[in-house]
């Protein structure tokens, strides 16, 4: 735990907030400042800066909860679709250096829009791409 981490402070119940979900690992929690009608932040429990930062044991229990929350709040939302959404970084987008994961539901014409512009590779530079990181894996 981080002494000056909002989300520790949080998890912690020092600072109140709307929980949706909570076990050992996570708590689940309504943004403050929604997306749309129903947008939450899976917290964890134990401070990580990001998912590089995150155990596997508490990985492998991240998607199980997912999983149980975004189909709750996608029948009781009435919602069209989902959004997860996690950044690890400054230049990916992270704000808070405290691993979270956004659930957005979304509704049709809710004015989210998460495209970006395409790029293409050059030539053989995906599948060098694709064969350094194969090769690391296995």
């Keep these: 735990m981080e002494n000056n981490c909002i989300f520790c ?8 907030s709307n929980i949706l979900y909570e076990d050992d ?26 998912l590089f930062k995150m155990d596997e044991s508490t990985a492998a229990k991240l998607f199980p909860v997912v999983l149980k929350v975004s189909k709750i709040m996608k029948e009781e939302l ?11 970084g400054k230049n990916a987008g992270q704000t808070v250096f405290h691993f979270h994961l956004h659930l957005i ?5 809710d004015g989210i829009d998460f495209r970006w512009n395409t790029t293409e590779y050059a030539e053989n530079e ?12 296995q």
């Excluded at 402070?9 to 109140?16: P, S």
């Excluded at 009435?78 to 690890?88: A, I, P, T, Y």
């Excluded at 995906?126 to 894996?137: N, P, Q, V």
């Design 105 to 109: 539901p979304r509704y049709e014409n």
């Design 25 to 50: 690992d996570f708590q689940v929690i309504l943004d403050i400042s929604p997306a749309t009608k129903g947008h939450a932040i899976l917290i964890s429990k134990k401070h990580f800066d990001n």
């Design 126 to 137: 995906a599948a060098s791409i694709a064969s350094k990181i194969y090769d690391k894996i």
């Design 9 to 16: 402070k949080i998890t912690r119940k020092q600072i109140g």
């Design 78 to 88: 009435n919602c069209s679709g989902f959004n997860l959404v996690q950044n690890n």
